[in-house]
């Protein structure tokens, strides 16, 4: 027995379980083959699970044209829906997070965590009303050119049909395969699908108490096994105390993530946080999960490279992946600069949660419509979330936004698809934010900053705000201007048939805007040879 089993049995023994493991603690039987059939596929090449084989992937074309892509973060977390998607943690945890003590408000609402867990609002989580071709719709109106919605979460219920638990939608709540209703929906409306695992950290995701449901092995194939270390006091507190997966666990995150390649083909592959323990402080070359990514990666790259004829993508976070074998993710920030190799964006229309809860504080179009511009100009692309409730509608307030984002898609579009990066991003006075998740301190825009992006010899200006003046000064336009040497032939705004009177000398080009705005957020200049 290893030092884990025996301290897990030791700890079921205090805490008045039986001395033979539960097996729903023991490895899930059907993992072990599969482990050994994705090692078989990485073996057989041509991407090996090395770095170095790892690093000559190339990121397709289609995903650094598409620039919008939907994300949706729906579970059995939408029933409560309270405080934000990670009820189930802070249900089990006596501390307020972000101002709410879910605690508290689980005790008076539901009653004690012994005798109401997680486990108890799967069966209320019907989805009686989804319905994912209307959603796909709605994604396809919006102008997203991709779809992933979230496979699993931190919280261990599959959204799809595991086959190494019972917990999971198609056999509990909704009783349907929701990750496959939507890869159909998705792809019948002509756009990319992925999916995203939040499932590493299932590992550390539930704190333990012996009086909660939790606690007992019967319920470890949800929950996780109920190892010691989440029974102490600071448990609660994983950024300081992110104790490594065991083996287990990452053979059984292994073929679950392999099995989402094999039933759905996802295009896109998104990883969270728990893929690095050390987290922000963990690189690829140190981090204990490394043998597992690379073994992922591999068996992805390999399998949908046979598939489609090309890789598809792996997004991850911070440091897991070497910068060149995957693309980087970073949650609710942005870039200062231009960064060269390619990355996106991951945020909400709600600045409060990312799954469904009452109250949301939501966004406005105004502002997630610049953060897509100011994204695109520094070679990015822009993930955005929306909740669904428990019932499967998408909220009108969710469904207002997307709409807005589409129509001015309709209208500006051509400035951020199939567009690249400029040789500088833009100017003007306002500084985003860019360490994790730090969007809250960024401040509105000016009509002063402005975007660049480029499709061959044209070049698209952005405003992220209409002048009061009715008047803009592109500085980086100047006639002396080392960034665009030579005339300029024509300049017209995106949606406007107005003629617009400009000038050019060495303080800058000066354009009169037109008298009418084509949409009513920022506006694109488009500035031809």
Known sequence: MTCTATALVAMMTCCGFAEQPHPATLPHPAVAPAVEKIQA???EGPFQPEWSSLEQYKIPQWYKDAKFGIFIHWGAYSVPAYGSEWYPRQMYINLPRRGDNFFDHHIKTYGPQGKFGYKDFIPQFKAEKFDAACWAKLFKETGARYVIPVAEHHDGFPMYDCSFTRWDASEMGPKRDVIRELSVAVRNEGMKFGVSSHRAFNWMYYVRDKSFDNADP?????????MPFLFKADAWDYKSHFVPQDEQFKDDWLARSCELVDKYQPDVFWFDFGITPGLQTTNYENNPFADHLKQFA???YNRSSKQSGQAGVINYKWEAFPESAAVLDKERSKMA?????FWQTDTAVSASSWGYTRNQRYKTPERLINDLVDIVSKNGCLLLNVGPRAD???PEEDQAILKAIGSW?????ESIYETTYWKTFGEGPTAVSTGHTSESKDKPFTAADLRFTARGDTLYVTGLKWPASGRITVKTLASDSEHYQGEIASITMLGSDQKLQWSRDENGLSVQLPT??????AYVLKVTR
């Open 41 to 43: 596929v990485t073996a």
């Open 392 to 394: 499967g509608t998408i």
């Open 337 to 341: 600069e231009i960064r060269k190799p």
């Open 218 to 226: 019967q319920y470890a194939d949800l929950y996780g096994r109920p």
């Open 516 to 521: 009418t705005k084509p949409s009513e957020y």
């Open 298 to 300: 591999a068996y992805y």
């Open 409 to 413: 898609l309709k209208i500006n579009g």
